[in-house]
């Protein structure tokens, strides 16, 4: 049983699902994929925009229990800068390159952190970049980390990435992230995304159930 994994790193489920995705690349093969959601799609955080932000993240954190900052709110949403997750998206596509998932998505869910609850602004390069010095394990990702990001082969190979997630949201008929797909046997299964963020201690267990029951 192996799965595949869609998701955007800016998207406040994604953040939601952080733990369980983490614990469930510990025992099984988890291929990730971005699908570029919020990626190079020129938005800008205004006031609209920020006060449906905010009420997500606070069902978010109802739910999940995991925390969205006043500094995040003010830094973040109410400043009215960019709102583009591609950056990030090269960081992660990096760290996916140098190390299985289940290494390395503990580091991507610093750099969550760092957005949610330090304020920091991670749709900028220079920050994902800070990040990626601060928190990256990987000697080979973080040597290769100011060199590479921003570099135009790189962003081709991210966009490349990319387009795969797209494909792979198209052929399961998932339109949203986070998105989990299981292969079993040969045959893939939709896995519900809330099996990510409920019940956070017995994640394999509960999707495992779930899978024996389709």
């Not at 020129?42 to 500094?71: C, Y």
């Not at 003010?74 to 140098?98: H, P, V, Y």
């Not at 800070?130 to 990702?141: F, H, K, N, P």
């Not at 792979?168 to 797909?181: E, H, K, N, R, T």
Request: hydrophobic residues 45%; aromatic residues 12%; proline residues 3%.
């Amino acid at each position: 049983m192996k799965f595949i994994y869609l998701f955007d790193p800016l998207c406040g489920w994604c953040y939601a699902a952080s733990r369980g995705i983490q614990a469930l690349a510990k025992t099984h093969q988890v291929d990730v994929f971005a699908t570029g959601l919020f990626a190079n799609t020129g938005k800008v955080m205004d006031e609209t925009f920020a006060q449906h932000a905010w009420a997500n993240d606070q069902r978010i954190a109802q739910i999940t229990g995991l925390p969205f900052s006043e500094t995040y709110r003010q830094k973040i949403l109410l400043k009215k800068g960019k709102f583009d997750s591609f950056n990030l998206t090269m960081a992660c596509f990096l760290l996916n390159e140098n190390a299985p998932s289940g290494a390395w998505l503990p580091t991507f869910a610093e750099m969550q952190k760092a957005r949610y609850v330090d304020g920091l602004d991670t749709s900028r390069l220079d920050v994902v970049q800070m990040c990626l010095r601060d928190w990256c394990e990987d000697d080979v990702a973080f040597e290769l980390a100011d060199s590479l990001l921003g570099d135009c082969e790189f962003i081709d190979k991210t966009n490349a990435w990319i387009k795969q997630g797209q494909i792979f949201a198209q052929q399961f008929g998932v339109s949203g992230v986070p998105s989990l797909i299981a292969e079993v046997d040969g045959k893939f299964v939709n896995v519900p995304s809330q099996f990510l963020y409920q019940d956070i201690e017995n994640v394999v267990e509960n999707i495992s159930q779930f899978l024996k029951s389709v």
